[in-house]
């Protein structure tokens, strides 16, 4: 494509970066990447995140944002008035009040100052809502209202938005069906991602249920011949929210010679999943990856925003660990692996690209 003189030239991605040792937020980085280059093939991009805030936007805490918009001391409206556009991912699933008032205010306010700065705010493809307080509601409508495009990656979170007074322009995917294909990994039959999240108390399902469906489910598949590799999908950080000391533990507890996987960073993790017959997966970018490198998946979910956004690409399998009953889930998730198809993940792949194709047409014609 030959630039455009609108085509904006210097685009910051909002709460994404490929460094992240959570997957799922390296997956929307690079997501991000591959799908802007593809529309803005000469655009610098910079990423920001938390772990990786520039010293101009001093977002701790809301309040440090507004002391900085009135009595400017580190040169914020200048640095996000250099950007044309701003990309904002709220990390996929963060547009919500559900992790808090205060994330939610603060990215908002990001968000806010930019548009004020003189850029063109999007909102990237991502989960919309829930908002549960009047005043997370408040900041979502005026988010919505500030954007130049609204992006939802689910007919939900489309739904969410239209509620608030903005309908979006496109409903999508998420942004790893963005990213290029993988070198091929070696052969292996199924991965099973263990959450660290779960493991742990957690307000969204019991740890212990969760720690011995995951166990009988193993020792499920082991006893159907199937041969079982351990995969963290959140890397190791002194956070109890990562997967390594979960994949660890679950490898003590069943014994033998079993396979743990901790990879590098998202390219080894996609090439580990591409060369596998199934995935399960307690991280929705797990079992995301793995679709959208066409390997059937078997998501076990723990929140709303699972079943709306795989079903978006046409993929129903997986379970709901809120609502299913834990003790008879290892037998079902076992027959289920046996029965999903390569090819319905190869459409669901498909499905999901093509679905972006769709909106790097509409970035095209901004």
Request: neutral net charge; glycine residues 8%.
């Amino acid at each position: 494509m030959t630039a455009k003189s609108s085509d904006p030239s210097k685009i910051l991605i909002l709460w994404a970066e490929e460094s992240s040792p959570n997957l799922g937020v390296a997956a929307l980085a690079r997501g991000s990447r591959d799908l802007l280059r593809r529309a803005f093939p000469h655009a610098e991009l910079t990423f920001t995140n938390y772990g990786a805030r520039p010293p101009e936007v001093p977002w701790g805490r809301p309040r440090s944002l507004l002391r900085e918009r009135v009595l400017p001391r580190y040169g914020m409206q200048e640095y996000l008035g250099g950007f044309d556009l701003v990309w904002d991912t709220r990390s996929g699933d963060s547009f919500s009040d559900i992790y808090g008032l205060g994330r939610h205010m603060t990215m908002s306010m990001v968000h806010e100052m930019a548009c004020q700065a003189g850029a063109t705010a999007m909102m990237a493809p991502q989960t919309i809502g829930p908002f549960t307080t009047r005043r997370g509601r408040l900041l979502a409508r005026r988010t919505l209202s500030r954007s130049g495009l609204v992006i939802a990656r689910d007919p939900h979170s489309a739904q969410a938005a239209a509620q608030l007074g903005r309908r979006p322009e496109l409903t999508t995917t998420d942004l790893v069906f963005a990213i290029d294909r993988p070198a091929l990994g070696r052969r292996r039959d199924v991965l099973l991602n263990v959450s660290g999240l779960l493991w742990n108390e957690n307000p969204h399902v019991s740890a212990p249920g969760y720690r011995r469906m995951i166990r009988e489910t193993f020792e499920a598949l082991r006893a159907e011949g199937r041969e079982i590799a351990l995969l963290a999908h959140v890397l190791d950080t002194p956070s109890p929210d990562n997967d390594v000391p979960a994949v660890r533990a679950l490898a003590d507890e069943v014994g033998g010679d079993t396979e743990v996987i901790v990879p590098a960073d998202l390219d080894e993790t996609r090439s580990v999943i591409s060369g596998a017959e199934a995935l399960i997966g307690s991280r929705m970018h797990a079992c995301l990856n793995a679709l959208s490198v066409g390997v059937p998946s078997v998501p076990l979910a723990y929140s709303r925003k699972f079943a709306p956004l795989l079903e978006s690409v046409g993929w129903t399998a997986g379970f709901d660990l809120r609502t299913d009953d834990l003790e008879t889930l290892p037998a079902k998730v076992v027959s289920q692996v046996a029965g999903i198809s390569t090819a319905e993940a190869g459409a669901a792949a498909a499905r999901g690209s093509a679905s972006l194709d769709s909106l790097v047409d509409l970035l095209r014609q901004q």
